[in-house]
């Protein structure tokens, strides 16, 4: 596809032509800490998508377990536990190149979203992994973030794609399988139906 490009916006200026200034109270909601509003929306969140960047291309990686599983340390500090995974480390990767990081934070049924801004590192300290293992097995890591922005992020985006209504969950077939996409993207190294039925018995074994 070709962008014409006497239509691309280069400057603040150019975008300030086309959109209104932000309201008053989005500008004030901005935090640089975590009050207890802020935690009681993290402690509800079984779902965090994280957003990170290396020194070329930027990333974003969806993290979930139980409500909560993000832990508040105090007012300026989260934890995220490094659970099981593809071991890709994208996302550590990037951190361990450029701190900077952003959050967002899911809760079913909610509309509303939660935006957490700041840089990170990552840790391996024994005192910290061992606060977030399950079933006799911590993670290998932690994602330790020092908050700079919090937010409420307003309701629109999931109120229009009426994100949590059952009734507009993907039918069966309608998108094709891991194994089917696997197979095609790996020219043939993963066989679909093994893979498919194999992913059945492991990833639920295998979370921790």
């Known amino acids: 596809m070709e962008i014409h490009p006497t239509f691309i916006l280069r400057d603040e200026a150019a975008l300030a032509e086309l959109y209104p200034p932000p309201l008053e109270r989005s500008v004030l909601k901005q935090m640089d800490h975590l009050d207890d509003h802020c935690r009681a929306f993290i402690a509800a969140s079984p779902m965090v998508i994280v957003g990170t960047q290396s020194d070329s291309a930027a990333d974003n990686s969806p993290r979930g377990d139980f409500p909560g599983f993000v832990k508040v340390a105090d007012d300026n500090t989260l934890l995220i536990p490094d659970r099981r995974g593809n071991n890709r480390l994208d996302t550590l990767r990037n951190i361990v190149r450029n701190p900077k990081i952003g959050l967002l934070f899911l809760v079913p049924g909610a509309s509303e979203a939660f935006r957490v801004n700041g840089e990170a590192v990552v840790s391996c300290d ?6 977030f293992a399950i079933e006799g097995h911590p ?13 409420i992020q307003c309701s629109r985006a999931l109120v229009r794609a009426d994100l949590w209504n059952p009734e507009k969950h993907a039918a069966p077939g309608a998108i094709p399988s891991m194994g089917t996409v696997l197979a095609q993207h790996t020219r043939g190294f993963v066989d679909a139906k093994a893979f498919d039925e194999e992913a059945k018995a492991r990833v639920p074994s295998t979370l921790y």
Do not use: D, G, N, W
Request: glycine residues 0%.
């Open 126 to 131: 024994p005192a910290l992994t061992e606060q």
């Open 139 to 151: 993670p290998r890591t932690v994602i330790v973030v020092t908050v700079k922005e919090a937010y």
